[in-house]
């Protein structure tokens, strides 16, 4: 763990930056800072809940434990099915049956049982009225029903078929009967649910045996009918369709068969009209007439006939009788070849006109075979819709009628329940609310909480300056150093630090004549220290040309700006250097007050003019520093300050002195400030630590810098270093070091060091401080 000094090198060598870490100790220090804000939530809420708590009536739980199966005992085994569905043995329809049990428990159908069985409604316990009460109103057994229902508990015992039905009320005996009583409604109610689907299911079925039982009739009827109109009782309908589809192949054939011999006399007739209409008809060649023996024998003969009279014509004269005679029976013989040659010719045209007259009539056959066929598929068709009609009904009616049978026995055995008590419930002695540890145990952690919550909320809301971080990066602004609380009576503000003060080795702490020359009454104070580290850092801030002129404010009254102002100029003037001190607050000057002069004279008579700047200025019980006081208050401050005259004044005592400090009035009071910052080197806000507004000193910063101040830096003061609120190790180094530096026992051992020599104040080129005088962290 890393001690103080630690830290406060490692934030000096971070150049004052903080470390962007988790802080525990920041957060610490605020709660720390808000511990009586988080004390007293913390007080009252146990309070508030403590008081709650012992004033609620006393609440006792009686618990009765019923087991719940799945499924009734099955005594006429796994083929006779109940009418009402349970769980059905998988997991998740077992977790959905139970759940639907656990809320019939709390159902209002099973509380309003409870209610009218025990007349609840005009129960003065279980109302919670006295018995001595004199006016007495019962109340609706649907207000009873629905109290009743918001004591009840349902607690499931895990991995396991137990539930514990429990009731909650003040009086125990009471809590006892309703636990019972809700336990054995449950019980009835479940068994009735049962008897009541299996009597429903029974009567319905018996309506649709009855229904089911004429439409069977009827489909049997119609099968009936339907045979006796198509004449299908003598022949089955697929005797029938096999006989048709056998005269149908037939037929087909026997048509197949004459349509190929009706193409080939077509052709063959075709041929004859050809060759005849060519040649004629003795040239004919058909296989008829090629094949004849008599038309051949007989053109033999022809053949012959010719021969010969062509050998009588050869030697005698053409009207010779005998060769006329030859030429009349090659007549004859050409009249038979053509006769027989025409009756082959009709002999083809007479078959060709038979199987014509055979093919129509075989197609005509067809056409009505496939006509009953197509009858007759109809007829199958509308046969066969029948028969399943028939059949469907018949199976529905066994169906039902089995059912039926199965209900019947169902209905006798719906006194076997699923659901029992296992266990009554008894008197409980112990009461279940209110349970006073445990709110008190809650009530403890949430005050805790919700302290230290306030206490975060309180430091959020506190927009006050506090911390050297809200100087730097709040405002933008160089931490100059800090001045710790110094007041009349010493350092700190009670007599128990004071004493603590003493024992821890701080110097002797010595009571002046004003508060704001505690930094010279006490040169090795703590206080005096800050002031001279602040003195420091001014003048390093540009070692080759140190600020002479410098304006103290601040952002607001009553801050500290003229303490600081003097406590700075009396600093300056212990170094060696001499310094003068303006009040240029001409509204309320308070300088002279801490020198105990008279303000007769001063700033306003030497701006107006009536007096020399030397003559005015006063010296002081310090040496090297001397005091320039307000002089009459004019009743136009801002006016003299433009003038050119307050410009020669100032001039003036920049010549007569090494540093001039003024005081001036706050920044947002007036426009003063604003103006004099364009006359001096350097301007120092001084912010006073938990009071100073964070949006005023924004808002002063931001007035100064709208003008082109040179704003050097911020002091915090008034800041209380044993006040542990601040929690930041740079103030311990503070504390810390006014208590080495003036300890008992180096006053004892080392003289008092000697005052530096002073540096050149009119040339500027040295501040007069001691080389070894560190500089606080973020300087």
Not at 135 to 158: H, N, Q
Not at 280 to 297: C, F, K, N, P, W
Not at 356 to 362: A, V
Not at 704 to 715: I, K, T
Request: with cysteine; glycine share 6%; net charge negative.
């Amino acid at each position: 763990m890393q001690t103080p000094q630690d830290q406060i090198a490692e934030t000096a060598g971070t150049g004052g930056e903080p470390q962007k870490s988790f802080d525990i100790w920041a957060y610490l220090q605020v709660i720390r800072k808000r511990k009586w804000h988080a004390l007293f939530f913390l007080v009252a809420v146990v309070g508030l809940v403590t008081f709650y708590t012992l004033r609620q009536p006393k609440v006792y739980r009686a618990t009765a434990t019923v087991q719940i199966d799945p499924q009734a005992p099955r005594v006429l085994g796994e083929k006779v099915e109940a009418v009402s569905e349970m769980g059905t043995g998988s997991y998740w329809s077992n977790q959905e049956y139970y759940e639907t049990q656990y809320h019939i428990i709390r159902s209002y159908e099973v509380a309003s049982r409870v209610v009218a069985l025990h007349a609840l409604g005009s129960n003065r316990t279980f109302l919670g009225v006295p018995e001595d009460a004199e006016v007495f109103e019962p109340v609706s057994d649907d207000l009873a029903t629905e109290m009743l229902r918001g004591m009840i508990v349902v607690d499931p015992v895990k991995d396991s078929r137990l539930v514990q039905i429990a009731v909650d009320h003040t009086d125990t005996k009471l809590a006892r009967l309703l636990a019972n009583a809700v336990a054995d409604a449950y019980v009835e109610y479940n068994k009735d649910v049962a008897l009541e689907s299996t009597v429903n299911a029974r009567d319905w079925l018996l309506k649709q045996a009855e229904a089911w039982a004429k439409t069977l009739r009827d489909a049997e009827q119609k099968v009936v009918d339907f045979r006796k109109i198509n004449n299908l009782l003598s022949v089955a309908l697929e005797d029938q369709r096999n006989q048709l589809a056998n005269e149908m192949d037939w037929i087909a054939q026997r048509l197949s068969e004459t349509r190929s011999h009706r193409l080939q006399l077509d052709a063959k007739k075709a041929q004859i009209d050809e060759q005849i209409e060519k040649r004629g008809v003795m040239a004919l060649s058909i296989g008829e007439v090629l094949d004849s023996a008599v038309i051949q024998t007989m053109k033999s003969r022809l053949f012959e006939k010719t021969l010969e009279r062509d050998a009588l014509a050869e030697i005698a004269a053409a009207n010779w009788p005998e060769l006329k005679q030859r030429e009349a029976e090659l007549d004859t013989i050409r009249a038979g070849i053509r006769g027989e040659i025409q009756t082959i010719v009709r002999s083809i045209e007479a078959d060709l006109t038979e199987t014509l007259q055979l093919e129509s009539q075989l197609q005509a056959r067809v056409d009505e075979l496939q006509t009953q066929a197509i009858a007759l598929g109809g007829k199958e068709l509308t046969h066969t819709q029948l028969i399943r009609e028939k059949d469907n009904a018949e199976k529905i009616y066994s169906l039902i009628q089995q059912r039926s049978e199965e209900t019947n026995l169902a209905t006798e055995l719906s006194q076997i329940n699923n659901v029992r008590v296992l266990d009554a419930a008894m008197e409980p002695s112990v009461p279940v609310r209110p349970r006073v540890k445990l709110n008190l145990a809650l009530a403890i952690v949430i005050g805790l909480l919700g302290g230290i919550g306030l206490a975060f909320l309180l430091e959020a809301l506190d927009t006050s300056v506090k911390t050297q971080e809200d100087v730097e990066k709040g405002l933008g602004l160089a931490f100059l150093g800090i001045i710790p609380t110094f007041t009349p009576g010493g350092v700190s503000r009670s007599r128990r630090r004071r004493k603590r003060h003493r024992r821890q080795g701080g110097p002797e702490i010595r009571v002046g004549s004003h508060p704001d020359l505690f930094c010279h009454d006490n040169p090795k104070s703590s206080a005096a220290e800050c002031c001279r580290s602040i003195r420091t850092n001014i003048l390093f801030m540009s070692p080759d040309h140190p600020p002479r002129k410098l304006l103290v404010t601040s952002a607001s009254p009553q801050e500290g700006k003229t303490t600081v102002a003097i406590s700075l100029a009396i600093t300056m003037a212990q170094s060696g250097s001499r310094v003068v001190i303006v009040d240029s607050d001409m509204r309320r000057p308070r300088v002279h007050t801490a020198f105990g002069m008279e303000n007769d004279e001063g700033l306003s008579n030497a701006v107006l003019g009536t007096r020399k700047v030397e003559e005015l200025v006063r010296p002081t019980q310090i040496p090297g520093l001397d005091v320039l006081p307000c002089g009459p208050i004019p009743p136009n401050p801002a006016e003299l300050i433009h003038t050119e005259r307050f410009r020669d004044v100032v001039a003036q005592l920049e010549r007569l002195y090494d540093r001039v400090v003024f005081d001036s009035p706050p920044v947002i009071a007036v426009t003063d400030p604003v103006v004099l910052s364009r006359y001096v080197d350097g301007v120092v806000m001084v912010i006073k630590s938990l009071v100073t507004n964070r949006r005023a000193a924004k808002f002063a910063v931001k007035q100064m810098r709208d003008v082109g101040s040179n704003l050097l830096g911020a002091v915090l003061n008034d800041l209380d270093l044993e006040n542990r609120e601040y929690g930041y190790y740079h103030y311990y180094y503070y504390r810390k070091y006014g208590y080495y530096y003036g300890s008992r026992e180096d006053e004892v051992k080392k003289p008092e060091a000697e005052t530096p020599p002073a540096d050149d104040g009119a040339t500027g080129t040295g501040n007069g401080d001691r080389p070894t005088e560190q500089a606080p962290p973020g300087a």
